[in-house]
Structure formats: structure tokens, C-alpha cells
């Protein structure tokens, strides 16, 4: 039996205790405190019934009488603030269920969390982690301590193709790869920072590529960083030949578009024993290849077949839809080009148009011709062996678009780029930063079904009020209830609650 003591202290304040009798002696459960006066002696005696009521079971005949007076415990409560302490803990959570060691490397980790929550520079994201979940980070070694996380990639890569394994299944024999370009808030170039093709359309800014290799769902295993100049085509074999190696993969198959692919590309994929399924350029084939591919199809959808060119076994599929699409995009250029043709004074470039002279221009007929014969048809190389049908090829190869979604997310989600670092090794780090992000992001959608921006908003609304007793100078935390669509996402997560 549980009761309130009230007992003089030396301080001749008045103490209030709630005790129980147990063998004839008085033992002290909870000390709720001390005050002067009869207002905060009541507030006192409130916070004691709140106590019992909320620590034991033990009914009370009285308990509608003695109901606590929620008015008067509230005007001595100071409202601190609402923290959204629950979308940290889910994610660091995640990232221990991944395998990481957070206690060794916390500035990393909270950087990561802080990108997928809310993604800025490193310096505001210090600002908001304290902000938000009241943990600091020493802003005066900042970079300093992050010049020395570029050698967690190897790790960071080791933990993710783990998880990549453990619950996806991933067994190391196809992958997925493709590259972006990620540009600099600056105009200064270096040996890494250069000008070259953007895929962002800042042409006139440094940038870097980044070559990245996924499984069949889109999850990240690897990546690596290039040079902003360096040709995406030369960075395939690089990225895939250091990815087979570190993992001692006997057979891989490599997933990859037209621009990863050259005739000196294949050569060097057939030398060390890879795979690969790559889209084909097939209006560079001869105009009677081309005429044979079209012939067999017959503009039948769905149509297959496989036939051998200069550059290796190439397989074709004729689509209806990509026909109406081919079609529609065909009598655009060739009305363009018989414009231009017409107001020679403002005639631009066009690929339907040739020279014959310095001055005149005619259509180029041949190149229009091919291209009718292909509408609808597209082409994929492959050196797969035979008893792989078309289908399963071209099938294989439409689950890039898993890859341009990753480059999605980074880009726009967890705001990639613009980059505003200048040093390699602080580059570097962001980069990796982003592929830990990346990877719970993925793995989140994955396992949810839904997409990352929905799993963050209904995780953030499970927030923590703070509220501090101006008697006791404790301080109380209350979390909202968690809603039960947050609770399905938890679920899906094979996280408790």
C-alpha cells in the first residue's frame, strides 16, 4: 500500500514522499521533492498521486475525489520545446541494424542522418543536430576530423554489400552500372574538380563523375569518383574490374547503357571473363544490317531476334509503343529540317540535313531512311550464352532505370550536388556521406513500398514535448502517440515500437 508523507527537512522545508509499509517499517519509494509554501506543497502532493497512479497498480476508493488537479500542475510546468528525437532514433537504429560501428565514427553517422532528415552543409547540419536532438559536435576540428573518414569507404562498402546479401539476396552475379556528373558552386578546376560533359547542363562549372553499381532493386554496393573530364565510357571497366576483384566473383554480369560501350570496352569485358548486357547504337550498323533486322521483325510487337554484327551478338525488339513514339519523334525533325531548309538565312544544325556545299544543304535521305526502317526497334549487345532467351536479356536491361533512380535520389532527395567543397579529401567524404544515405534510403523504400520523403514526414511527426517543473527542476518528456500508419512503417522495418 502506497501512500504521501509529508516530513520537515533540516532546511525546515516541508518534504514530500510516497512510501509503503512493509514488516511494520516505513520504506521510501520516491522523493517528489521539497517546498516552502502551501501553493507548492499542493503542487507537490499532486505530482505524488500522478506517481502512484502512473508507477503501480494499486486502486484507490477515493481515486475520483482525489483525481489529480491537472490545472495546477500544469502552471508549474515551462514548455521547452518539441524535438523530433524519434526520426533519430529510427535512423541510427538502421544503421546499427546495417552493421556500423556509430560510437567509432558518430560525426559521420549524424551527418548521414541529419542528409536523409534534412539535407544542407555540413556546418548548418552541425547547427540543426544540436538543434534538434541536442548533440554537439566540436565545430573547430570540423574539418579536420572529416579529412580522416576517407578511408572508411572500404568499410562503408563492406557493411552495405553485407546488408545488400543479407536481405536482398544479392549473390554478386549481375549488377547494375551507370554514371552522373555532380558540379562545383565554383568556377576554379583542378586535378579533380574539372570542366567536361554535364549531365546537369553546367557546362561552364568544375564537376566530377561518379560511376555507380546497384543490384536488381536499386540498393548501392559500390561506387567510385572521377575526374570531371574523364569519358564515361572509361570508367566501366575500372569500377566493375576493382568490384570482381575485391570480391573474388568468379562470373559477373554487367548491366550498363550504350554510352559504357566500345569495341575496345568489349574486348577487355571478354578478356576478364565478364558479362554483359549493354544497349546498342544500331543506327551506326550498315544500312542492308539494318534492312535484314527490319525485315525479320516484320513490326511484329514484341518481336525478337538475335543476330551477329562486327561488334558482337546484338539482340533487337521491335515495340509498337516505341514505334508511335519513334514515329511522332521522326516527323518532328524532318518538319524542322524542311523549315530550315526553307529560311536558309537562319538555317541551324540538323541532323536530317547535309552539306552540299559551303552554303547548300539537302536532306541527308540515307540517314532518313534508316531511321524509318528502325522505328519502333531497339537494339541491346550481349555475350550471354544462348540457353539466356532475348526476353530474359531485354528485360535485364530495363532494370537500369533502379540505377537513374538512385541518381534521383541523390541528386534531389539528399541534395547531392552543387558540391561547395574545395579540398579531395573533403569531396571525397561528402561522396561517402551520400552512399551511406543513399543505401538506408534505398533500403527504405525497398522494404516500405513507399517512398523515402513520406517514411521521413511520418516519422518526424512522432515528436517529444519537453517540459520542465519549477519545483522540482526536473524535466518531463512526453512523445506523442504514435500513429498507426507510422507504426506499419515500423513494422516493415522489423523495427519495435
Known amino acids: 500500500m502506497y501512500s504521501i508523507r509529508k516530513t520537515k527537512t533540516a532546511s525546515k522545508s516541508t518534504a514530500i514522499q510516497v512510501v509503503s509499509y512493509c514488516n511494520r517499517k516505513v520504506v521510501l519509494e520516491k522523493h517528489i521533492g521539497s517546498a516552502k509554501t502551501e501553493e507548492e506543497i499542493e503542487v507537490l502532493n499532486e505530482l505524488a498521486k500522478v506517481w502512484i497512479d502512473e508507477n503501480t497498480n494499486q486502486s484507490n476508493l ?73 548533440i554537439s559536435h566540436r565545430r573547430q576540428t570540423f574539418y579536420e576530423q572529416i579529412s580522416k573518414l576517407v578511408e572508411y569507404k572500404d568499410i562503408a562498402e563492406k557493411v552495405i554489400t553485407d ?5 536482398f539476396g544479392f549473390n554478386f552475379s549481375l549488377v547494375f552500372y551507370d554514371v552522373t556528373t555532380l558540379y562545383f558552386e565554383s568556377f576554379k578546376s583542378d586535378e579533380l574538380r574539372k570542366n567536361g560533359f554535364s549531365k546537369d547542363n553546367k557546362f561552364n562549372q568544375p564537376q566530377i563523375v561518379i560511376g555507380l553499381v546497384v543490384n ?23 569500377v566493375i574490374l576493382s568490384f570482381k576483384e575485391k570480391h573474388k566473383i568468379e562470373v559477373l554480369t554487367v548491366v550498363a547503357d550504350a554510352a559504357m560501350i566500345s569495341y575496345e570496352n568489349i574486348k577487355q569485358l571478354e578478356k576478364n571473363n565478364l558479362k554483359y548486357i549493354v544497349g546498342a547504337r544500331i543506327g551506326n550498323l550498315s544500312k542492308d544490317l539494318i534492312q535484314e533486322i527490319s525485315s525479320k521483325l ?15 551478338t546484338l539482340i533487337c525488339e521491335f515495340s509498337q509503343k516505341r514505334f508511335k513514339k519513334d514515329t511522332y519523334e521522326l516527323s518532328k525533325g524532318l518538319a524542322r529540317a524542311e523549315f530550315l531548309l526553307k529560311n536558309q538565312a537562319g538555317l541551324k544544325r540538323n541532323k536530317f540535313l547535309k552539306h552540299v556545299s559551303k552554303t547548300d544543304f539537302k536532306l541527308n535521305t540515307d540517314l532518313i531512311e534508316k531511321n524509318t526502317l528502325l522505328l519502333g526497334i531497339k537494339g541491346y549487345y550481349s555475350n550471354l550464352r544462348d540457353d539466356f532467351s532475348n526476353e530474359y536479356i531485354i528485360q535485364q536491361y530495363h532494370e537500369l532505370w533502379h540505377v537513374e533512380q538512385a541518381f534521383r535520389i541523390s541528386k ?31 533500403y527504405i523504400e525497398i522494404k516500405t513500398e513507399k517512398s523515402l520523403q513520406h517514411v521521413i514526414t511520418s516519422l518526424l511527426s512522432i515528436t517529444d514535448a519537453h517540459l520542465l517543473n519549477s519545483i ?22 522489423s523495427m519495435s515500437y
Do not use: W
Open 62 to 134: 477515493f481515486s475520483v475525489l482525489e483525481k489529480p488537479r491537472n490545472d495546477l500542475l500544469l502552471e508549474k510546468y515551462e514548455y521547452l520545446g518539441s524535438f523530433p528525437t524519434f526520426v533519430y532514433e529510427v535512423l541510427s537504429k538502421l544503421l546499427n541494424n546495417f552493421g556500423f560501428e556509430i560510437s567509432t565514427n558518430q560525426l559521420l553517422f549524424d551527418l548521414v542522418i541529419m542528409r536523409i532528415i534534412q539535407p544542407a552543409s555540413k556546418l548548418r547540419s552541425l547547427e540543426l543536430i544540436q538543434e534538434y536532438f541536442g
Open 472 to 493: 522540482t527542476k526536473t524535466k518531463v518528456i512526453k512523445r506523442v502517440s504514435i500513429s498507426n500508419d507510422t507504426k506499419f512503417l515500423l513494422k516493415k522495418l
Open 298 to 312: 516484320e513490326q511484329k510487337d514484341r518481336a525478337t531476334l538475335k543476330i551477329q554484327t562486327p561488334h558482337g
Open 412 to 442: 534531389h532527395d539528399l541534395e547531392m550536388r552543387p558540391i561547395y567543397h574545395f579540398k579531395e579529401s573533403s569531396i571525397r567524404v561528402h561522396i561517402l556521406m551520400c552512399f551511406i544515405a543513399l543505401a538506408v534510403s534505398k
Open 163 to 167: 546488408v545488400a546479401v543479407r536481405e
Open 216 to 238: 536488381n532493386l536499386g540498393f548501392p554496393v559500390t561506387y567510385e569518383v572521377f575526374e570531371g573530364n574523364k569519358f564515361e565510357g572509361h570508367t566501366i571497366l575500372p
